[in-house]
């Protein structure tokens, strides 16, 4: 029962006992206030009975030290940013091993969280003091860093970013990493995201704000680990506009070089141009076992041409013949072979769409072949001739050995089509692997050289296709008389071809090795 009593009594004012957070020892029920300082990511986990929670960690700090305070539930849908003022009422403050401060604050559903409240104004005066020296360093700033796990925050544009990659862990598990860079006005910084982040969604170009990324040291330079605990907040176009422009930033991090000026050993470079050839894709075995992909792409702007080698992802190229196409940060290898430098795209190297002012001064693939493909007749031609135009008429096709058996994971010859075993790598052989080759002559008024056609241009020049070639060898039991019709068709022939010259070691004299049949004519 509430009784109204008449009278006056003295009773004292309810004074709210706020706990100073350096003082914090194992008490429950108490009230705390400070500044957020930290925030990480709502964790889900199983709970014993098989239903969803959620556990989220935050740390408040006042002017005698930070500690740790861990929401459940619906609690870590609080709306609460960095330099917010939290109120934590009713909390039970624990120890806690994890815990800089020793102790940690936990919350239960008793408990009442108050961000920004009313009626504290000179603890809020003395906390805003604390808020004025938060937020995000310099990713120049990053380097200052000389201990690994180290949490920062940062604010960038990404300007690369890799696939993801799975690895096993120790405890067989798989984990996800993927990897790129960051940048702002200050520099640039190596970021790696794993598992969860790893699968996440994002933007080449877009800003982001990353919180609670640890510091991880680099052979050359710090580098930041984006975990579970991280937070990565897109940012929109004016929460980001102190940030230079994805174009600035790439121009500030990788010079642009045209083609012909790129040298040995160039690095953090940026190259565009227009994709002149494309080949099949190849797979080998590494020195452990393992499988890999290779694939040569050549591109070319207005100072010449080069070749690109892309490796294992990178050889799912997005882009055809004649797309122009940026590549940044390509490794610069020297081909003995060819005495040129060329191009190597791995997992570090981003192959994007060109901006619409990259594209301006880049020739459509037409004025490319006119200004690159030097036209040779055959009495001029050298060893170290690549990308030449040829003109001549085709003879001698000779289609006794059209289809080379291979083996499907060495990709070496096979001598006899019925191994069971390459003899080579020593894998079973499941289903043989044919190369088409056409090998024959080119002759214009000047001379007469050997060519062989390859795969492609040999279904070019057939007008058959690879699978269909096959069938009818299989379904004839070797006996390629099939043949012997297309190969009249072709004799006599005038071909215009894109041709590197090679050295063939049999007869010791020069050959062409086509790459592409402009014209196929009577």
């Not at 989220?56 to 305070?69: C, H, L, P, Q, Y």
């Not at 861990?70 to 009713?90: Q, R």
């Not at 920062?152 to 990493?177: A, E, K, P």
């Not at 121009?251 to 000026?261: G, L, M, P, R, V």
Request: proline share 3%.
């Amino acid at each position: 029962r509430i009784l109204k009593v008449e009278g006056d009594y003295d009773i004292p004012e309810y004074e709210e006992n706020i706990i100073k957070i350096g003082n914090a020892q194992e008490i429950s029920d108490v009230t705390l206030i400070g500044i957020v300082t930290k925030i990480q990511d709502t964790i889900q986990f199983d709970r014993q009975d098989g239903t969803k929670g959620f556990v989220k960690s935050i740390e408040i700090t006042d002017e005698t030290g930070s500690i740790r305070v861990t929401l459940w539930g619906d609690d870590t849908k609080l709306k609460v940013s960095k330099g917010d003022i939290l109120k934590v009422m009713g909390g039970n403050i624990e120890y806690d091993d994890y815990a800089t401060s020793g102790y940690r604050v936990n919350t239960n559903w008793n408990t009442e969280l108050r961000v920004n409240p009313e009626g504290n104004e000179e603890l809020a005066e003395g906390l805003n003091e604390i808020a004025s020296k938060l937020g995000p360093i310099t990713i120049s700033e990053v380097q200052d860093h000389e201990d690994d796990g180290e949490e920062v925050d940062i604010i960038g544009r990404l300007i690369t970013l890799n696939d993801t990659h799975s690895f096993q862990r120790d405890d067989g598990s798989t984990g996800y990493v993927r990897s790129g860079d960051i940048a702002d006005s200050t520099g640039k910084v190596r970021i790696s995201f794993w598992d969860e982040k790893a699968e996440a969604s994002y933007g080449i170009g877009k800003a982001y704000q990353v919180e609670n990324a640890r510091t991880r040291l680099g052979m050359y330079e710090v580098e930041l680990n984006v975990g579970k605990t991280t937070r990565v907040i897109e940012l929109s176009d004016a929460e980001s506009s102190d940030l230079p422009s994805f174009e600035e930033l790439e121009e500030q991090i990788y010079e642009t070089k045209k083609i012909f000026d790129i040298e040995e050993d160039d690095m953090n470079i940026k190259v565009v141009g227009r994709i002149l050839e494309i080949e099949d894709t190849r797979e080998f075995e590494r020195q452990d076992g393992t499988k890999g992909l290779v694939r040569n792409i050549t591109i070319g702007d207005d100072s010449g041409f080069i070749s690109v080698t892309l490796w294992d992802d990178k050889t799912n190229l997005p882009y055809d013949i004649n797309e122009a196409i940026k590549i940044q940060n390509p490794r610069v290898n020297y081909n003995d072979l060819s005495n040129r430098v060329d191009l190597s795209v791995g997992n570090s190297t981003n192959i994007l769409q060109p901006s619409y002012n990259e594209l301006t001064s880049l020739p459509d693939i037409e004025e490319l072949q006119n200004i690159l493909y030097t036209s040779k007749d055959i009495a001029s031609l050298e060893l170290e001739d690549r990308s030449v135009k040829i003109k001549g008429i085709f003879s001698n096709p000779y289609i006794e050995k059209i289809l080379i058996p291979k083996c499907p994971i060495c990709n070496r010859t096979l001598e006899d089509e019925d191994e069971e075993e390459c003899p080579h790598c020593g894998n079973p052989i499941d289903e043989i692997k044919y190369l088409l080759m056409l090998p024959g002559k080119i002759t214009d008024d000047t001379g007469e050289i050997q060519v062989t056609f390859f795969n492609e241009l040999v279904e070019q020049l057939l007008d058959m296709k690879h699978d269909d070639i096959v069938a009818l060898y299989e379904e004839s039991e070797g006996d390629i008389g099939f043949l012997e019709t297309k190969a009249m068709d072709i004799e006599g022939r005038t071909l215009e071809l894109l041709a590197d010259v090679t050295y063939n070691n049999y007869d010791e004299e020069i050959r062409l090795r086509p790459k592409k049949i402009f014209k196929n004519e009577f």
